[in-house]
């Protein structure tokens, strides 16, 4: 009996891109459902009605939800070209990375938003400021590492593929917060996903990602 994989996701949704990535790396034929986040499918609500939102992964009709968890699932579900280490030590480092990340992440996506929908100039130098105090923990973890020590993408590369998210909106914001002077090792990152065969199936065309983000971020500016 063939396996049934579902992804109930959204295109420009990072972590949906997590989930695509981990199951293109282990090889794993799955249907991919786009939602609307603001009009959500019966199935979405029925298959995450805690939180309501996406990444859902559908395994046989057995729904998981979270990005990191579902990650996890995936790597103990399908054996094959693991994205977690394989030694305990070197697998609870990979966890706790992972989950540093996302919460670094949610510190510094509010300080960079507010600096690229900032009308006044004072507002959005403390927005850069902080943001870039988070973005100098993680550059400091980065250094002399290649992804996060890894020669290939797993656990905590792909937890860290949200940087791209920042590279793009600032650009289409006209915002310089990741810049390659004042975090080198953050800035090859990002250039690596770019270069990664895998990488690339999953995120969308930079055209369309940056106008996208200049949308909504621009009406968010527009209603302040």
């Known amino acids: 009996m063939a396996e049934e994989v579902k992804l109930f996701g959204k295109w420009a949704s990072p ?4 989930i695509e990535v981990a199951l293109k790396l282990k090889g794993v034929e799955y249907e991919y459902i786009e939602e609307d986040l603001f009009n959500k499918s019966p199935a979405l609500l029925n298959y995450n009605p805690v939180h309501k939102k996406v990444p859902v992964l559908v395994h046989n009709g057995k729904p998981i939800a979270e990005s990191l968890v579902i990650m996890e699932y995936i790597d103990e579900t399908w054996k094959h070209n693991p994205i977690l280490p394989v030694d305990p030590f070197e697998k609870a480092m990979a966890r706790f990375w992972a989950k540093f990340i996302d919460d670094k992440f949610w510190a510094i996506w509010p300080a ?10 004072k507002e959005r130098e403390e927005g850069i400021e902080e943001a870039q105090l988070h973005l100098k923990v993680l550059e400091t973890q980065l ?3 290649k992804f996060f020590g890894s020669e290939r993408l ?3 590369e792909i937890t860290a593929s949200l940087m791209v998210c920042i ?3 600032q650009e289409a914001m006209g915002v ?8 080198p090792a953050l800035h090859e990152l990002t250039q690596k996903f770019a ?3 895998v990488f690339k199936q999953c995120v969308p065309p930079r055209e369309k990602h940056s106008a996208y983000f ?11």
């Open 167 to 169: 590279v793009v909106a």
């Open 176 to 183: 310089e917060i990741l810049t390659q002077d004042k975090f």
């Open 143 to 145: 250094k002399e590492k």
């Open 195 to 197: 270069d990664d065969d």
């Open 15 to 18: 972590f949906s891109r997590r």
């Open 214 to 224: 200049k949308a909504l971020l621009g009406a968010l500016a527009a209603s302040k």
């Open 112 to 121: 960079a938003k507010k600096a690229m929908i900032s009308g006044g100039e």
């Open 154 to 156: 797993g656990f905590v």
